[in-house]
């Protein structure tokens, strides 16, 4: 089925340093959402990005939709021991009612 | 606290059994999907019901079946189980049949195959 490819895959970071992930699609997408899952926990909604070019912030939170609707990313300013998790971004919408997560990015940060 | 209720929390069972996992949504939201989580393989989509009717299948497998009831709590019905079952099962809402709003997830049931 048609996928959305995360990298990193892992990324460890000392805190205070900044984070990326990119979210990747061979294909259009209708929109983009990001999830956060803390460890033991359940993916929590973060953002949805739906127009092209889009640029949204929350906090030290950047999140960025290409100016083709392939590609996503997530940048983490100033990273903090409260960020750990593993971080999704998932497509919907259009004609698809599923939302598609990708593997997501594991954020280790040491202290 | 995201409003959606899973039953039971931790489920540990033998090879064969049947076991039925429970969600209840948000109040007001229609959707209901059901994600699998694993390791090795991730979040992988297993099915989503919207009103009580059938929108969209995933990678669900023929042993594995699910329900929506008129009071829209699903269930996630599982049966022959096999150690590879193992894993955290999500149930998630939304207010929308197409998912292009937020989803709001479950804590999770974690099933255990031994």
């Known amino acids: 089925g048609q996928q959305v490819m995360q990298i990193p895959q892992y990324q460890h970071v000392q805190e205070g340093e900044d984070f990326t992930t990119y979210c990747n699609s061979s294909t259009t997408l209708s929109n983009i959402q990001w999830y956060k899952q803390r460890p033991g926990g359940h993916p929590v909604f973060l953002i949805q990005?739906?127009?092209?070019?889009e640029v949204k912030k929350q906090k030290r939170l950047t999140f960025q939709f290409g100016e083709a609707k392939k590609n996503s990313s997530l940048h983490i300013t100033a990273t903090q021991t409260t960020d750990v998790g593993t971080y999704f971004c998932?497509?919907?919408?259009?004609?698809?009612?599923?939302?598609?997560f990708g593997k997501g990015t594991l954020l280790t940060v040491n202290p | 606290d995201s409003g959606v209720t899973q039953t039971p929390k931790h489920l540990i069972t033998a090879t064969g059994q049947r076991v039925t996992l429970r969600c209840s949504p948000r109040s007001g939201d229609l959707s209901v999907y059901w994600y699998q989580q694993s390791l090795d393989q991730g979040l992988q989509f297993l099915i989503q019901y919207y009103n009580g009717e059938e929108r969209a299948k995933g990678n669900i497998l023929e042993r594995f079946s699910a329900q929506q009831f008129p009071d829209l709590h699903s269930e996630l019905n599982l049966s022959s189980l096999e150690l590879g079952d193992s894993a955290l099962y999500f149930c998630?809402?939304?207010?929308?049949?197409?998912?292009?709003?937020?989803?709001?997830f479950g804590q999770g049931t974690r099933l255990t195959v031994v």
């Open positions: 998932a497509k919907s919408g259009g004609s698809n009612y599923k939302l598609t």
């Open positions: 998630a809402s939304s207010g929308s049949e197409r998912m292009n709003t937020e989803a709001f």
């Open positions: 990005l739906v127009k092209s070019g």
